[in-house]
C-alpha cells in the first residue's frame, strides 16, 4: 500500500540529505535493507496508533531543532566507580576522551571498525534484531538510525567482566543531530554491566541491540542528560536465550522529548527479562515516553516492567507497555506496573498497558496508576515536624524507590538517588 | 503547659459543628484523659491540636506553653513540643523507618537551632529504645509501618515519641487494635516517658488503658464539650456504667 502523501513527502525530506555510509559488503547490505524498511513504512506520523500520545515531527524533520548547551554543574555521573570510558561528543567517538578500551571478559571496538571489516561477529546482529523487532509494530526510526549511523560501540562480551563500559554521550553543538549504533554480544554464561550517560546531542538516535546467550547476564543502567531543550528516540533491542538475564534501567531528568522505546524477545527457557525506569519532569515542555513491548516465546520465563514518572507544572508523560505471550509459552511470569505521581493539576499521564495471552497456563499481572502525593502520609511526616517541602521530597523519591529496587548494583543505585535528590532540592 | 480555651470547630467541607466549646488545662508533668462516646469529638480534637487539614476553627484558642498553637504549621508544632500517637498509624511505603525517624529527630532539632545527631548517637539511641519496646532491628528497616501488625505500629509511634521527645504527648486511642500484652508493653513504653516536665494527653473510650497508664484527671467528653472533669474513679464510673448516665446528668 503506497503511504500517504504527507508521510512519504515527511521522509523524502529526512532522506534527502543522507547518505549511506560506505563499509563492507555485508553492512552495506543491512544498510540497504534498513533503508528499504525507512522507506516502505514511512516515518512516523502523530497519526500514527503508536505516536498516538508523543508528537515524532521534531524527531523527523529534515533538521535538528536547536538545543542550548547546558552546564552540569554536578560533575560527570558514575564519576567514582571504575569503569571503562567511551566517549562520544556530539556523535563522534572521541578517542582522547576515551580510556583504554581494553578489559577482561570485553572485547571491545567501534562501529565503524566493525562495519568496514568483512568477517566480524556483527554481523549477525547489525540490524538483525532491529528488523526481528518491526513486527508486529514498525518502528522506522530505528531502521533509520541502522542504515545511517556510523558511529558506536561493538562490545562481545565472553567472561564475566570486572568493570562496567560506560558510554558517554557529550553535547557540544546547539544544532548537533547524533546517530549511535551500539551492539552488544554477552556470549554463553558471560556477564557485563553497560552504562549509558550523557545528553548526547541536540537530536539524538541510538539503537542498542544485544544479544544474551544462554546462562548470560546483561546489566544496563542509564542516565539521560539533564539538558532541558534536548530531544531522543532510543531503542533496545534484546533477544533473551535460555537461562540469561536481561535487567536495564533509565533515568531520564528534563528533556523537551523523549521516547525510550525497548523491544525484548524472550526466546529460550527460564529467561529473566526487567525493565524498568524513573522520570522526573518539571514544565510543559516536558515529554517523556516509555514504550516496551516484551514478547515470550519460551517456558517459564519471567519479565517485569517497572515505570514511575514524577511529574509537576504541566509536564507530561507516556507509558505504551506490552506483554506479549505466544502460544505454548506457559508458565510465563509477566509483571507490568505503571505509575504518575502528579504534583500539580496541570500535568498529565498517559497509560496503554497491553496484555495479549495465547498460553493457558501463565501468570501475568499489569497496573497503572496515576495520582498525587499522599495528604495522610504527608501530614503524618509534617506532624513528626519534618517541613512540608522535606516531606514532599521524601515521598516523591518513596514513590520513584520501586523503580530504583530493580537497580542490582548498590553503589550504581546510591549514585542515582543522589541525582534525584539534587533535582528535588533544586526545586523549590 | 497545654491550654485549651473555648475551642469551636467545624468542618471545613460542610457545615458540621464538631467541637463546640473545649476548656482544658494540663500542667506540666500531668496525664489527662479524655473518654467519650464515638462521635464526641475526642479525634478531632487531637487532629486540630496536630494541625491537620480540613478543620476550620470558628472560635477559641490553643496554647502550648504560650505559643499560639493554631497559628503553626504541623511540623512547626511538632518543633515546638507537640506530639500526636496516631489512632491509625500511615504506612509510607518506599520510606526507610530508620531514615524516617532520623529525618523527622534532624528537622526538629534544625527547627530549634539545635545540631544535627551524628549517626553514630542516633543509631545507638535508636537501638536502646527499640530493644524496650521489643522492636527488632528488622522493623527498623522495614518501611514506616509497611506491614506492621496493629501492635507494631502502635509500638513504632511510642519508639518515634522516645526519639523525638516532646512535651505534650497527644494519645489518641493508642488501645485500638491492642491485645492484652501489647497494651501492657505500649503502657510501659509510655511510663518510662513521664516525667515532670512531659505531660499527657490521652483520649480513649474505655478505661481499661487507664489501668496501665495511670490519669490524674479524667474528662468525658460529649457531643464536642468536657461536660465533666474528675479522678481517675470517673473512669470507674463510666466503666461500670457506661456514658448514658454522665449524659443523662446533663441532659
Known sequence: MALPQLKADATTARLDGLSLPDGAAWATEARQAALARVTSAGLPHRRDEYWKYTDPASLVQPDAPKASLFHNDEGPLFANRDRVQIVFVDGVFSAEKSSDLAAEGLEIGLLADALATDIHWA??????????????????????????????????????????VNLIYLHENTTSDAMIHNVVKVEAGAEMTLLETGPAAARFSKCLEVDVAEGGTFHHVRAQGRDHERRAVTHC?????????????????????????????????????????????????????????ITHDAVNCESRQVFKKVLRNGATGVFQGKILVKEGAQKTDGYQISQSLLLDEDSQFLAKPELEIYADDVACSHGSTSGAIDEDALFYLRSRGVPHKQATDLLTLAFLAEALEEIEDEDLAEDLRARLDNWLARRG | MLEIKNLHVKLEEEDKQILKGVDLEIGAGQVHAIMGPNGSGKSTLSYVLSGKDGYEVTDGAATLDGADLLEMEPEERAAEGLFLAFQYPVEIPGVGNMTFLRTAVNAQRKARGEEEISAGDFLKEVRARAKELKIDADMLKRPVNVGFSGGEKKRNEILQMAMLAPKMCVLDETDSGLDVDAMKLVSEGVNALRNEGRSFLVITHYQRLLDHIKPDVVHIMADGKIIKTGGPELALEVENNGYADLLGETA
Open chain 1, 123 to 164: 554481523k549477525d546482529l547489525y540490524g538483525v534484531l532491529e528488523t526481528n523487532g518491526q513486527t508486529p509494530v514498525e518502528r522506522p526510526l530505528a531502521a533509520l538510525n541502522t542504515a545511517f549511523a556510523s558511529a558506536g560501540a561493538v562490545i562481545r562480551v565472553t567472561g564475566k567482566a570486572t568493570k562496567p
Open chain 1, 237 to 293: 533491542f534484546a533477544r533473551i536465550a535460555k537461562e540469561a538475564t536481561f535487567k536495564s534501567f533509565t533515568l531520564t531528568a528534563n528533556g523537551v522529548l523523549t521516547r525510550n522505546e525497548c523491544i525484548i524477545d524472550i526466546i529460550g527457557d527460564d529467561a529473566v527479562a526487567h525493565v524498568a525506569g524513573a522520570c522526573v519532569g518539571d514544565g510543559s515542555d516536558f515529554h517523556h515516553d516509555d514504550t516496551v513491548f
